[in-house]
């Protein structure tokens, strides 16, 4: 049996919520009204930085115990890069992303290799990729 490597970042300085109501776009939906929403971005913002800040400490508090040998920054950059790659290609870690913004989705439903489909006229200044 696989262990639950599912995890929730919780943060003690969190500010409120605001109090108005935004509506929340259907995952499913086109993802123009997604990429616009100005609450979805500003919530998946947040997620990134917790999740980030949450792989900044875990590095350094295993370097702290004495369990992780760092031979340079540039290591500590290398090991924390490969980190957030190896959660943000998991089923978790989208998951993660997923719930901080409103949306249940199971993890068996998640695509973790979606499809680039550039309009006509090809990719543009990304080239064929996002990057």
């Known amino acids: 049996m696989q262990p639950n490597r599912d995890f929730h970042i919780v943060t003690t300085n969190q500010q409120p919520l605001r109090q108005e ?25 947040r997620a990134l930085i917790d999740l980030i800040d949450y792989h900044d400490e ?4 295993n370097f702290a115990q004495g369990k992780l040998v760092l031979d340079s920054y540039k290591e500590y950059i290398e090991l924390f890069a490969r980190s957030l790659k190896e959660t943000m290609e998991s089923r978790e870690g989208v998951s993660y992303l997923l719930r901080s913004v409103g949306f249940d989705v199971k993890p068996e439903e998640i695509n973790l290799h979606p499809e680039l489909r550039w309009k006509k006229g090809g990719p543009g200044v990304f080239g064929s990729s996002l990057l």
């Open 58 to 61: 875990a590095l350094a508090e």
């Open 21 to 45: 109501s935004l509506s929340k776009p259907d995952p499913t939906s086109t993802p123009f009204k997604v990429v616009i929403d100005p609450k979805l971005r500003l919530d998946l913002r």
